[in-house]
Nanobody, 113 residues
Framework: VQLQASGGGLVQPGGSLRLSCAAS????????MGWHRQAPGKQRELVAA???????NYAGSVKGRFTISRDIVGNTVYLQMNSLKPEDTAVYYC????????WGQGTQVTVSS
């Protein structure tokens, strides 16, 4: 499966961004889709995930601020990010879990005044 991420950019603290991840196949057939991020000098970490059942999971640091959702018809997963903080600055990667992990190309999110 190929994943195309978009929507990153520069935003001021407290602002919002919405990331999109378009998949090349039906996302309903994918076990879990998620967003991960990697900040400079840090390990990649899970931000949010949505299972085939629709259940969601969030990192504690983003809970209440970020929302993951999906458009099954459009084969797209979204990450709505509100109340952004400088520590949210990272490259965000879309992930699909099938028989193995598939990754998108990453999109840069920079939160700075």
């Amino acid at each position: 499966v190929q994943l195309q991420a978009s929507g990153g950019g520069l935003v001021q603290p407290g602002g919002s961004l919405r990331l999109s991840c378009a998949a090349s196949r039906s996302i309903f057939s994918i076990n879990v889709m998620g967003w991960h991020r990697q900040a400079p000098g840090k390990q990649r970490e899970l931000v949010a995930a949505i299972a085939k059942s629709g259940s969601t999971n969030y990192a504690g640091s983003v809970k209440g601020r970020f929302t993951i959702s999906r458009d099954i018809v459009g084969n797209t997963v979204y990450l709505q990010m509100n109340s952004l903080k400088p520590e949210d600055t990272a490259v965000y990667y879309c992930n699909a879990k099938l028989y193995e992990d598939f990754w998108g190309q990453g999109t840069q999110v920079t939160v700075s005044s």
